[in-house]
């Protein structure tokens, strides 16, 4: 079992910055590809950013390429999504979650475990 506890949401004006946390336990963090994804009310839940293991690759939707940065720290145990620029739209819960088989993907079904979520709430 890996556990995964999202941190650093919030409200923010657009245009401002936030960088949200995921911290995981359990099992070796590092055999983890680990991935961001977001639901808003009424959508589904979508795909942000994900990296892989080593943290040497790492992909991006295309509605927040060159905004957002996805990072980790593997002796650390934590996932970082680093959030600039944002927008009404960004306005979600996001969750990270974790990929014990892949180098990373855009597809839900491809992670194991999820943390609960945390809102980031953008104002106009």
């Known amino acids: 079992q890996v556990q995964l506890v999202e941190s650093g949401g919030g409200l923010v004006q657009a245009g401002g910055s936030l960088r949200l946390s995921c911290a995981a336990s359990g099992r070796t963090f590092s055999n983890y590809a680990m991935g961001w994804f977001r639901q808003a009310p009424g959508k589904e839940r979508e795909f942000v950013a994900a990296i892989s293991w080593g943290g040497g690759s790492t992909y991006y939707a295309d509605f927040v390429k060159g905004r957002f940065t996805i990072s980790r720290n593997n002796a650390k145990n934590t996932v970082y999504l680093r959030m600039n620029s944002l927008k009404p739209e960004d306005t979600a819960v996001y969750y990270c979650?974790?990929?014990?088989w892949g180098q990373g993907s855009s597809a839900d079904y491809s992670y194991e475990y999820w943390g609960q979520g945390t809102q980031v709430t953008v104002s106009s």
């Open positions: 979650a974790a990929d014990g």
